[in-house]
């Protein structure tokens, strides 16, 4: 190789090195005013939860993958392989990437029913509509601490599941893993301000704002 080819191949990699090392995952925005889900969730806790919760998490894990440049920042690909990282990444990808999803399982404009294949596989998977809301309840009850609700398809059939912490059913580690088509943040930052520890009652009010557009949408990428 002569030394023109070799400045040249040089320069490209330092370019490719520095793009790499510039990449960062961003918070997506609401598509709804802070206080749209009133009367559900009031408006400081949709602000602190996005504008410092989840802020933090994306900071945190943007800070903490500059120091693996060789890392592809795809976040899909990282929280499937989550057992490779830290704790630390795991809790802060984990947090980024569950309420980005969270957030459009949210709508001022949502509650009712699914429709369509979606609503066909909740009755079919679970009886009836009625009896998913309440099993859901019930799982999102039980989660002792700090967690996440799910409604995912794990290639058959849809399932309820429950993660602490900031897992998700997408990540290596989990217990029950599936596609998600629902959650909902069960973590008392999300609700404690209006709801204090009565967090059936948040649980309620999530299906007078829940967006099932999403979760339709998710359901047909999956099933089809």
């Not at 009031?42 to 500059?66: F, G, P, R, V, W």
Request: hydrophobic share 35%; aromatic share 14%; net charge neutral.
């Amino acid at each position: 190789m002569n030394i023109k080819n070799f400045i040249c191949l040089t320069a490209i990699l330092v370019s490719f090195t520095l793009n790499i090392q510039s990449q960062t995952l961003k918070q997506e925005p609401l598509l709804y005013e802070f206080d749209a889900l009133e009367p559900y969730i009031d408006a400081k806790t949709m602000e602190i939860h996005y504008s410092k919760h989840h802020a933090t998490y994306t900071k945190n894990l943007n800070e903490a993958l500059q120091s693996l440049p060789h890392i592809e920042k795809d976040i899909t690909k990282i929280i499937k392989n989550i057992s490779k990282y830290s704790i630390f990444i795991r809790n802060n990808a984990g947090g980024y990437y569950n309420h980005n999803l969270f957030w459009q399982m949210l709508s001022p404009n949502g509650g009712g029913k699914p429709k369509g294949k979606l609503l066909e596989a909740i009755e079919k998977d679970f009886g009836s509509f009625e009896t998913f809301c309440n099993d859901f309840e019930q799982v999102a009850t039980s989660v002792f601490g700090s967690g996440w609700v799910w409604l995912i398809y794990d290639g058959k059939k849809l399932l309820i599941t429950s993660t602490s912490n900031q897992d998700n059913p997408l990540m290596d580690i989990a217990k029950i893993k599936g596609q998600p088509v629902l959650c909902l943040d069960v973590w008392e930052h999300a609700y404690y301000l209006k709801y204090q520890n009565n967090r059936i009652e948040y649980i309620k009010a999530f299906w007078n704002i829940v967006n099932w557009q999403t979760s339709e949408k998710l359901y047909r990428q999956y099933h089809e």
